[in-house]
């Protein structure tokens, strides 16, 4: 049974935690970290919230060598690449997490610290970089590239062979025909169809999905 800390202690946290305890590889959840010092002493499903990110590295002395980021976001992914390059540094383990009641194809690869929820799919001969989180009841058909910490967020749908930039975000219900680009550090917002390429930075909206604004 592997020890691991959740970096988090909010909505998606609770998602990460159900995946933990359901995954075939058997992860203990031990504790939550929360920048909130009001939330210290609280559980989240049973698992306590011991101190915002600065324990970190006293968790770790104290045997806990792996952990995950229960850290969502909608739209920047930034500080989620911060708290994982954290993590490394201080030398915790970042495993894949699957879901139990989740598919992964085995053809399909995932990266470090990719996380895939609830009724998720990863089809053949997709590939998932570093701290990918696949939410609960997203598709990814084959084919698919998608970048280091990306957000599928929950029920949207990439097409065969879509190719998904690093931190980019895909909003809930939103779907991605086949073969088309969304580029780095975009996002697609809840329900847009996105039938040509995302520049990279853009905020898409509608169906079909129409730039609305750019970010820097």
């Known amino acids: 049974m592997t020890r691991i800390v959740v970096v988090g202690a909010g909505g998606h946290a609770r998602s990460v935690i159900d995946a933990l305890r359901t995954a075939r590889a058997q992860f203990e959840p031990v504790a939550c970290t929360d920048p909130d010092p ?72 995932l990266g470090d610290a990719t996380v895939v929820l609830a009724a998720a799919v990863v089809a053949p001969g997709a590939t998932l970089g570093v701290d990918v989180i696949v939410n609960s009841g997203a598709i990814v058909e084959h084919d698919c590239l998608i970048g280091d910490h990306v957000h599928l967020a929950s029920g949207c749908v990439l097409g065969g062979g879509v190719e998904v930039g690093a931190s980019a975000h895909v909003g809930l219900g939103a779907n991605v025909l086949q073969g088309r680009r969304v580029g780095e550090h975009a996002i697609v917002g809840a329900g847009a169809v996105v039938v040509r390429d995302v520049p990279a930075g853009a905020t898409v909206v509608g169906c079909p999905a129409a730039a609305h604004s750019r970010r820097r």
């Open 38 to 109: 009001l939330r210290v002493g609280e559980s989240l499903d049973g698992v306590p919230v011991v101190g915002d990110d600065n324990c970190l590295e006293g968790l770790f002395r104290e045997g806990s060598r792996a952990a995950c980021l229960g850290v969502g976001g909608v739209g920047d992914n930034r500080p989620r690449a911060k708290l994982h390059a954290r993590l490394q540094t201080i030398g915790f383990s970042t495993p894949i997490v699957v879901h139990g009641r989740a598919y992964v194809s085995g053809s399909a690869r």
